[in-house]
């Protein structure tokens, strides 16, 4: 049976002129999930991240505590450039930007079914692309063994759609609820892919680390 865990990145810089880069609270989180893995002793046979700045970030926090061999990078585990598609889809619609997040809320799955559907008419890489390279990513990071994957909201997404079969509004619905430097996990067995552990962020109980659970 080969494990796979996946982390979401931590909390980057909306709003600022380089998304990419953590956020100061971001530090924190990546720091905070770090010392969760050294306190329980999870040790991994391999490790992956993407190749964007908060991945790399990300694993670089998390890895100071020699949990693994040092990261392979593998752009397959990159973020679909959203600000693109919804550029795309407000021109299509005519449909304002999203005010906050409980706009986003009801126009993410818009875009996200508009994507897929095909009605966008987008220089981005179809959903099918997307969905694609993100099987290929994740198979080949299924190997012997523990892997750890740091990665984005997206390709975690799409990952959950393949394990539990998810139609496409509700692989939407799950993304808007991925938190920051989330630990997801995954088993093969039997040649199927099983969802075994969702959304799990334990190094946020505390209660003076509540505000962490950030989804943006």
Known sequence: MSRLVLIRHAQASFGTDDYDRLSPLGHQQADWLAGYFRAHGLRFDRVIRGAMR???ETADAVMKHALGPAPEVDARLNEIDYDTLEGDYRRATGE??????????CSFPRVFEGWAQGDIATAHESFAEFEARVAAAIDDALGAGDTLVVTSGGVIGMTLRRALGLDVRTTAELLLMIHNASVHEFVRENGQLRLSLFNASPHFDPTDRAHARTYI
């Open 54 to 56: 908060r991945h790399r």
């Open 96 to 105: 304002s930007p999203a005010a906050g997040r409980p706009d986003f809320l």
